[in-house]
């Protein structure tokens, strides 16, 4: 997003916050798909396998040698725990080569600072089941994760390359970036002074994106699916000021075909957008609930 000023919906401190978290909520989402029982460790199984301390286990952690776990909720049956800390399975490999060195004379100092820059193998003869979980997990596998827990996190809503927008929860456009504005409003939603005419389902009924996008029903559907969640029929009458009766039928029909969407923590829908002049363009729209509202993003890269 540029550093252009915009005119009417202004910068919210919150709406950063909002960014960070989503980002965190996708990495976890997705980090969870990799943690099996066969190929990640508890600290406990660790310890049983090669037989170190557990003060150990934490000295080799604080300096660098094995990642610091990753911390999420127990994979099995773990009655009463709530978070438990994952190592992957490599770090066996890792702790007997520190083994060894010692056995030849080495410092912990000295072994740390071979060790450093060599990433925890993630390949074949460890029991990871393929090559995109190494992909995915690369960043926390590696002698340079210090770093990145040591700087403070600086991701802001700047860092959006694509479409992304925030609706509050009578469905006006709080937050939105140029991408949004060009590839799925198609028209200048910042410039918009007036919150009502900023309403999601409003903008979508606006000529200019019906000239762009001949499925423009089906992004009616998607955003009502949220709105089943908290909203009445009856509401859909009202839902923005000056709604024509062919606009209110449209969106009534709508609610009454359309599920509540599940308000889980993320989630995420293929959407096809079919352009007047014949192409198309598919996105993986990932949303999340805040208490401010809803975000959503719209990801061009996995198609």
């Not at 909002?18 to 600290?43: A, R």
Request: aromatic share 14%; charged share 30%.
């Amino acid at each position: 997003m540029t550093n252009k000023k915009i005119n009417c919906i202004s910068r919210k401190p919150y709406l950063d916050s909002i960014f960070i978290q989503f980002i965190l909520f996708f990495i976890l989402h997705f980090m969870s798909d990799y943690i099996h029982d066969t190929t990640w460790l508890t600290s406990k199984e660790i310890l049983l396998k090669t037989g170190i301390s557990r003060a150990t286990l934490n000295n080799y952690i604080k300096m660098g040698i094995i990642p610091r776990p990753l911390v999420k909720k127990p994979v099995g049956d773990m009655d009463g725990t709530k978070k438990i800390g994952y190592f992957p399975y490599a770090v066996l490999e890792r702790i007997e080569w520190v083994k060894r060195l010692k056995r030849e004379g080495n410092s912990m100092e000295d072994i740390a600072i071979q060790l450093k820059d060599i990433p925890i193998n993630i390949g074949p003869g460890t029991d990871v089941e393929s090559r995109e979980a190494e992909r995915r997990t690369e960043f926390m596998l590696t002698g340079r994760q210090d770093k990145v827990f040591e700087e403070p996190l600086k991701l802001t809503l700047d860092d959006i390359r694509h479409p992304a927008y925030l609706i509050n929860y009578d469905f006006q456009v709080d937050w939105l970036n140029h991408q949004a504005e060009d590839r799925i409003f198609w028209q200048k939603v910042s410039l918009i002074k007036d919150r009502e005419s900023r309403n999601v389902f409003k903008l979508f009924f606006h000529w200019q994106f019906h000239n762009r996008v001949r499925n423009w029903r089906d992004l009616l559907s998607f955003h009502m699916s949220f709105a089943r969640i908290k909203y009445t029929r009856s509401w859909m009458e009202n839902i923005y000021r000056g709604i024509s009766e062919k606009e209110a039928a449209i969106l009534l029909e709508i609610y009454d075909r359309v599920e509540p969407f599940p308000a889980q923590t993320i989630t995420h829908r293929t959407i096809v957008l079919l352009m007047e002049e014949g192409t198309s363009e598919t996105y993986k729209v990932y949303s999340t609930f805040f208490k401010e509202g809803v975000f959503f993003l719209y990801d061009p890269s996995g198609f």
